[in-house]
């Protein structure tokens, strides 16, 4: 059985896995607790030749498996350190953030908007450190062509493979920016969208108790998954 533990609340989303160790193999990206259907639809997507689009991902792959071989043996803050800048070079955080705020974002006033990007940034690269930690053998495997959509966006294909030969679809929503490729949506087990599952949560907290409300939120994950060595 693989538990997917909710990012901000104490629901869980339970998919089967025969191996249990495999809970460390897939990221475990999602805030809520519903498996959200996937906003893009890569069944209609095409096969196009897009290697600057896969490179980012590669990347991270690459800096990913580091960070799992180093364990947690090696402090977080270097993990987090470590991965930084492959995380922000992979995803375009500053569209996931205003996709997972909605239509608000645009009218937050900019000082607002900054502070949420800095949180956001902060809570992204602490879940990827947090749930990439531990190496029993896994592999990832990249398609070396990305899938065309509608939009002029791509879809990147990553599986982590674990030691046994079974295999957990982690795909990348990719549109081009200045700076190049970027994702603007995860898809884990192909299926599950982070921002369509962030979406419901960061609204929920935004009418609760506004931006205030939301960078508690994302502040108090950063601390819950550092084990209290970011504050």
């Given at each position: 059985?693989?538990?997917w533990?909710?990012?901000m609340?104490?629901?869980a989303?339970?998919?089967?896995?025969s191996?249990?160790?495999?809970?460390?193999?897939?990221?475990?990206?999602?805030?809520?607790a519903?498996?959200?259907p996937?906003?893009?639809r890569p069944?209609?997507?095409?096969?196009?030749?897009?290697?600057d689009?896969?490179?980012?991902?590669?990347?991270?792959?690459?800096a990913?498996?580091?960070?799992?071989?180093?364990?947690?043996q090696?402090?977080?803050?270097?993990r987090?350190?470590v991965?930084?800048?492959?995380?922000?070079?992979a995803?375009?955080?500053?569209?996931?953030?205003?996709?997972?705020v909605?239509?608000?974002?645009t009218?937050?006033?900019?000082?607002?908007?900054?502070?949420?990007a800095?949180?956001?940034?902060?809570?992204t690269?602490s879940?990827?450190?947090?749930?990439?930690?531990?190496?029993?053998?896994?592999?990832f495997r990249?398609s070396?062509?990305?899938?065309?959509?509608?939009?002029?966006?791509?879809v990147?294909?990553?599986?982590?493979?674990r030691?046994?030969?079974s295999?957990t679809?982690?795909?990348y929503v990719?549109?081009?920016?200045d700076?190049?490729?970027?994702?603007?949506?995860?898809?884990?087990?192909?299926?599950?969208?982070?921002?369509?599952?962030?979406r419901?949560?960061?609204?929920?907290?935004?009418?609760?108790?506004?931006?205030a409300?939301?960078?508690?939120?994302?502040?108090?994950?950063?601390?819950?998954?550092?084990?209290?060595t970011?504050?």
């Open positions: 059985m693989l538990l533990r909710d990012a609340s104490n629901s989303i339970t998919t089967h896995d191996n249990p160790a495999g809970r460390r193999d897939l990221l475990r990206l999602a805030f809520g519903l498996i959200v996937a906003l893009w069944a209609a997507a095409q096969r196009v030749d897009g290697a689009a896969v490179l980012p991902i590669q990347r991270l792959d690459q990913l498996l580091a960070a799992m071989k180093a364990g947690q090696t402090p977080f803050a270097q987090f350190t991965l930084t800048p492959a995380i922000e070079q995803l375009d955080l500053d569209a996931l953030l205003a996709e997972s909605g239509p608000a974002w009218g937050l006033p900019p000082d607002q908007q900054a502070l949420l800095s949180e956001f940034r902060r809570y690269v879940s990827y450190a947090a749930n990439f930690d531990s190496f029993s053998g896994q592999t990249l070396p062509a990305p899938r065309r959509l509608a939009d002029g966006r791509v990147v294909d990553t599986a982590i493979v030691a046994d030969g295999a679809a982690l795909d990719m549109h081009q920016t700076a190049g490729w970027r994702a603007v949506d995860v898809l884990a087990d192909g299926s599950i969208s982070r921002v369509a599952v962030q419901s949560d960061f609204r929920s907290l935004l009418r609760g108790g506004g931006v409300a939301l960078v508690a939120g994302l502040r108090h994950k950063v601390v819950s998954l550092s084990g209290g970011l504050a």
